[in-house]
């Protein structure tokens, strides 16, 4: 799976480690229902690290699309809200 960070780059990251990503993106979704700015901040952080954490750097030069899209570390609840589906930032 192909993973976009925007403004960063594209990350391959296999599916064993959508679990992981899972619970992380469970702990943003429930920040930004509680509206706690702060839970929200570590969340988004802890989210984005995993991706970079499990996944290695997409080549520059392929132009594959993204199988998903997460905003950048400086994004807003509201920018995040209106990108959460039913299910998170992270399908599955």
């Known amino acids: 799976m ?6 960063e780059g594209q990350y391959d ?6 679990d992981q990503l899972n619970a992380l ?5 429930s920040a930004i229902e509680a509206g706690d700015e702060s839970a929200f901040r570590t969340a ?4 984005l690290d995993g991706v970079r954490t499990v996944g290695a750097p997409h080549a520059e ?10 905003p950048p570390a400086d994004a807003t609840m509201d920018e995040v809200r209106e990108m959460l ?3 998170g ?3 599955g």
């Open 13 to 18: 990251v296999s599916d064993a480690a959508l």
């Open 61 to 70: 030069d392929d132009l594959a699309e993204s199988d998903l899209i997460l």
């Open 44 to 47: 988004l952080a802890a989210l």
């Open 85 to 87: 589906a039913d299910d």
């Open 25 to 29: 993106d469970s702990t943003v979704a």
């Open 2 to 7: 192909i993973v976009r960070i925007l403004t």
């Open 89 to 91: 930032l992270i399908p």
